[in-house]
């Protein structure tokens, strides 16, 4: 008896995925929860594990190829089998390109029932990049018809005939998120809230942290998070999503904070994070990693309810987001600097904070973002009363 090993679906917004590596050869023996695969979705890069012990008889797709959900990636044999008995469906060699279309499937220790028309995984080559055109007499003519003489000479422009340093394909994960915000942007009625925070009590509350070892502070983007999990609490209809006409308050917590790997950019998640505490908060970030080299967890990316865009370490005073496809909003910060501010009747200078709000206008107004952001700015003024 043998196990098909099914492509789970590894993101809500995208049903396929990428293979980029087989890790065991056709042949070779595996164990239950070994790694065979790396998988690249639209959020992240993946290893889907073994659903049981034996051999791998077969695998069915390439590196390179797309693969659709529910698609059989490989069979495992069970260990006392002989693959010699087992009849292969024109299998294929690890190594080689190309594009067939199958997708993630959650791996099961007990062969799952496919109907027939998904074990038939439909093959779909990638169509090639186009070349740019260069500049034609037959465009020129055309160009010197329309405005009857020679076109002007726009001076810095590009000039398509320039020799390239490099030219680089689009990843699939940057194509699939250019894809799912496209998507964003087109369906949901993004709309902006902005508020300047003054968190000088935040900044000296943390830095109080680690008066024995640095170690011991939470990071800003901890710190964010719990802050915005409480906010959440209060405002539900931020913690929602619209499916159809249906609006969907959602009764868990989870929220994706981006993160930037070698890889490129991706959006973990946070489960119940209204229920964790900060060191449990950082513990999970840590788990994230930044090198490729260490894949995301297959659920890693999964649940999101409401995202979270910290780019204050990299110098930016405020970000505009893209709400993330199917969440109400997502909170973009920029960096906490010091600057002259009116305080008391006096002017000082205090630690300011930028937080952005962009929100789904289809699902709340304005007032709710603005009233959410205070919310959020009066919880940052007191760290003392929440974290812990």
């Not at 070892?213 to 800003?220: G, H, I, Q």
């Not at 600097?337 to 200078?349: E, F, S, T």
Request: glycine content about 8%; charged content about 20%.
């Amino acid at each position: 008896m043998t196990t098909d090993f099914i492509m789970p679906r590894l993101s809500e917004t995208s049903p396929s995925g990428t293979i980029l590596k087989w890790l065991v050869e056709p042949g070779m023996p595996v164990q239950k929860g070994q790694a065979i695969v790396q998988i690249e979705s639209d959020k992240a890069i993946v290893e889907l594990e073994s659903p049981g012990a034996g051999r791998l008889q077969a695998i069915y797709f390439r590196e390179g190829d797309v693969v659709e959900a529910t698609a059989i990636l490989a069979r495992i044999a069970e260990p006392d089998e002989s693959i010699d008995q087992l009849g292969a469906r024109q299998p294929v060699s690890p190594g080689g390109t190309g594009d067939r279309v199958g997708s993630p499937a959650i791996s099961s220790p007990r062969p799952v029932a496919i109907p027939r028309e998904a074990r038939a995984a439909r093959v779909v080559r990638r169509a090639k990049r186009p070349r740019l055109p260069s500049t034609s007499e037959a465009s020129l003519a055309a160009t010197r018809g329309r405005w009857g003489q020679e076109p002007p000479t726009q001076s810095g422009s590009l000039d398509e005939d320039l020799p390239a340093h490099e030219v680089l394909p689009l990843s699939a994960i940057r194509s699939r998120i250019g894809d799912n915000l496209l998507a964003s942007l087109r369906t949901a009625p993004h709309a902006y809230v902005e508020v300047e925070s003054d968190v000088t009590a935040l900044v000296a509350w943390r830095s109080g942290l680690g008066t024995h070892s640095v170690e011991a502070r939470p990071s800003y983007t901890a710190i964010f998070i719990q802050v915005a999990a409480l906010g959440l609490e209060s405002f539900p209809d931020l913690n929602a999503s619209l499916r159809g006409s249906q609006f969907f308050r959602w009764e868990h917590i989870n929220i994706g904070i981006a993160v930037a790997r070698e890889d490129g950019l991706f959006v973990p998640v946070i489960p119940d994070a209204d229920h964790l505490s900060l060191a449990q908060i950082m513990a999970r970030l840590s788990s994230f990693g930044t090198s490729h080299q260490v894949a995301l967890p297959a659920e890693a990316c999964r649940g999101g309810t409401f995202t979270i865009s910290n780019l204050g370490m990299y110098g930016a005073d405020s970000v505009l987001s893209i709400i993330h496809p199917g969440q109400a909003g997502i909170l973009s910060l920029g960096r906490i600097g010091l600057k002259p501010v009116v305080h008391a009747g006096a002017i000082v200078v205090r630690s300011m904070l930028r937080m952005t709000l962009a929100f789904d206008h289809r699902l709340l107004d304005g007032v709710v973002g603005a009233r959410f952001l205070a919310h959020l700015a009066g919880l940052l003024a007191s760290p003392e009363s929440w974290a812990h």
